[in-house]
Nanobody
């Protein structure tokens, strides 16, 4: 079993900055990638940014150039943590932000690869 614990977020004025972090723990063999999604009221959850264990990043067009994803998820001493730095925030960025991780775990001799979700962190951009 894997737990994802998010921290950060909060209330900020338009044009401001916030950061989120998400730490994965549990019976982790390796992490293939981690990502941030968000869900605004009345809307579907949508991907924001993804980072692979090799460091490749992808961004949704609506946040590219304003948000930066980074992570420490590879190597024997990896902290299994992903970060999202959000700059030049807009009111339309208001949402609950969820951490997602695609993780290989071991239970006895069995290896399992599946996705896990964090509990969500509220980000509110308002004057």
């Amino acid at each position: 079993q894997v737990q994802l614990v998010e921290s950060g977020g909060g209330l900020v004025q338009p044009g401001g900055s916030l950061s989120l972090s998400c730490a994965a723990s549990g019976n982790i063999v390796s992490i293939y990638n981690m990502a941030w999604y968000r869900q605004a009221p009345g809307k579907q959850r949508e991907p924001v940014a993804t980072i692979t264990s090799g460091g490749t990043t992808t961004y949704d067009d609506i946040v590219r150039g304003r948000f930066t994803i980074s992570a420490d998820i590879s190597g024997d001493n990896a902290k299994n943590t992903v970060f999202l730095q959000m700059n030049s925030l807009k009111s339309e960025d208001t949402a609950v932000y969820y951490c997602n991780a695609y993780v290989k775990t071991r239970s006895g001799a069995a290896l399992t690869l599946r996705a896990y979700w964090g509990q969500g962190a509220q980000v509110t951009v308002s004057s």
